[in-house]
Nanobody, 123 residues
Framework: QVQLVESGGGLVQAGGSLRLSCAASGRAFSSYNMGWFRQAPGQEREFVGAISWSRGTHYSDSVKGRFTISRDNTNDTVDLQMNSLKSEDTGIYYC?????????????????WGQGTQVTVSS
């Protein structure tokens, strides 16, 4: 079992930056692939990016070059640094954990989820 808690959301102007953090508790954090997803009102949950247990990173085309994911296996945290934010980045951001060998962009394959943190980008 893994419990996940996101923090760091808020209101920011377009062009600004935010850093989200996801704190994990439970066993074997370093073995999990960690994903970030977001969901805008009336839309499906969307893959943002992920970092594998071996620290490989993967990003959606919409955030590539603007967002960076990192993990700290000592403190059991995974961060999402978001730069050059756009209004279309607005949504609830979730972190998720998965024990599969390969990183997935499919939210249905992630076993554990945080409660989410709201990010609002004003234009």
């Amino acid at each position: 079992q893994v419990q996940l808690v996101e923090s760091g959301g808020g209101l920011v102007q377009a062009g600004g930056s935010l850093r989200l953090s996801c704190a994990a508790s439970g066993r074997a954090f370093s073995s999990y692939n960690m994903g970030w997803f977001r969901q805008a009102p009336g839309q499906e949950r969307e893959f943002v990016g992920a970092i594998s247990w071996s620290r490989g990173t993967h990003y959606s085309d919409s955030v590539k070059g603007r967002f960076t994911i990192s993990r700290d296996n000592t403190n059991d945290t995974v961060d999402l640094q978001m730069n050059s934010l756009k209004s279309e980045d607005t949504g609830i951001y979730y972190c998720a954990a998965d024990l599969s060998h390969f990183v997935s962009t499919n939210p249905n394959l992630y076993e554990y989820w945080g409660q989410g943190t709201q990010v609002t980008v004003s234009s």
